[in-house]
Every structure is written in C-alpha cells, then in structure tokens.
C-alpha cells in the first residue's frame, strides 16, 4: 500500500483539461515539496515537476502542479493522445528519510 | 549528457542474492546522491534506499533493512544494489536513479536508469 494517494485512472479526450490528486500527510507533503514523473509504457519514469509548481526543461507548460496542505495535483491541459501514461506523485518524508510515492494513476485519453 | 545504464536482466532462485550495477556518466559521480527505487508488474514504485558516493554512506527503508546493501566504486562511476535472500515478491524492475540536485537529497529524481528486470523463480 502506497504511502501517499492518488486515483488509480483518470480520462479525457484530445484538448480536454485533467487533473490528477495526491494526498499524503504531515510528514511528508505537508512538510516538503511534491514531485511528478510521468511513466510511458514500458519505460523508466521521466522528471515531470519539481518543488510542487517548477518544470524541467523540455517538459511543456501543458503540465502544472500545485500544492495545498497535505494534498497536491498535477493538472494536464490540451490533452493529447501522447500523454498518456502512469503519473506517479511524490514527496521527501522526514519520518522515513526517504522518498514516498503514490500509487500511480493510469491517464487513458479517449 | 547525463546517462545512468543499468546492468542487464536476471532471473535467480529464491535464497539467492542479486547485484545490480548503475554506472554514471556525463555528471561528477560523488556530486549526487542515488537512489534505489524498485516496480513490481504492474506495481507502483517503492524506495529501496539512497547511498551518498561522495561519503559511501547508504540508507535503506526499514523493509530492506537486513537484506539490501548499497554500495558505490568512486573509481569507476558506478553504485550497486545488491538484494540477498530473494523470494518470489522480489521480482521486479530495479532502477537506479540520481538526485536533482547535487550535494543535497530530496530535491527529485531527475535521472533513471533504464531499469533492471530481475525476475525470481523456482
């Protein structure tokens, strides 16, 4: 069982606007900034956004994140059929000294 | 370019050990922590531990405490994971991945390695 928790599927169609949810606790996402990396099929997770808001460069401003409390999300908007994958957020615990992932939520674009 | 390569895949017996080799290129290696993160089939990802190259020191979560030793060779660039008394719940995708930014751990996991499959079976 994943320590932080995110929806296991989300949908939408090409140009629509999705939003993934994380939520963690105390010790870690409300302690800590929040992370996202996006998992193509059967390949290794990429580095999507960092410090809860910030992207990498190459990573499209079709991506966003935000945080509040313990909760965060990812937001994808103009979605495209390339897009979809596993998203996984992801923060730093300060109980465990380690990073602690959700569950993963499988992006179908219809 | 930063580049982190795994070795390959391999399938043990239940009570062997594994070693899994992550060689570093395109950074400073003792710049960077690494962490171990592992993916069962069609699992989520799980942190295995951290080692710090520049210090040789490692931290692992409290499920692997006992059974993972992480190490690093400075001289060639390369950390290793190695995972003793395997079991059939150990097969998984084993990566390798660097810290975001140097010096520091919990800054993100910019770098992966392209992932090691070891599969356990009798």
């Known amino acids: 069982q994943s320590v932080l928790t995110q929806p296991p599927s989300v949908s939408g169609t090409p140009g629509q606007r999705v939003i993934i949810s994380c939520s963690g606790g105390?010790?870690?996402?409300?302690?800590?900034?929040v992370y996202w990396y996006q998992q193509l099929p059967g390949m290794a997770p990429k580095f999507l956004i960092y410090r809860n808001n910030q992207r990498p460069s190459g990573v499209p401003d079709r991506f966003s994140g935000s945080k509040s409390g313990t909760s965060a999300s990812l937001a994808i908007s103009g979605l495209r059929s390339e897009d979809e994958a596993d998203y996984y957020c992801?923060?730093?615990?300060?109980?465990?000294?380690?990073?602690?992932f959700g569950g993963g939520t499988k992006l179908t674009v219809l | 370019q930063v580049h982190l390569v795994q070795s390959g895949a391999e399938v043990k017996r239940p009570g062997a050990s594994v070693k899994v080799s992550c060689k570093a290129s395109g950074y400073i290696f003792t710049d960077y922590y690494i962490h171990w993160v592992r993916q069962a089939p069609g699992q989520g990802l799980e942190l295995m531990g951290w080692?710090?190259?520049?210090?040789?020191?490692?931290n692992s979560t409290q499920k692997f405490q006992g059974r993972v030793t992480m190490t690093s060779d400075t001289s060639i660039g390369t950390a290793f994971m190695e995972l003793r008394s395997v079991r059939s719940d150990d097969t998984a995708i084993y990566y390798c991945a660097r810290e975001f930014e140097a010096y520091y751990y919990g800054s993100g996991i910019s770098i992966w390695g392209q992932g090691t499959l070891i599969s356990v079976s009798s």
């Open positions: 105390n010790s870690d996402i409300g302690s800590n900034y």
């Open positions: 080692i710090d190259p520049s210090r040789g020191v490692s």
């Open positions: 992801s923060a730093w615990d300060n109980s465990l000294s380690g990073w602690v």
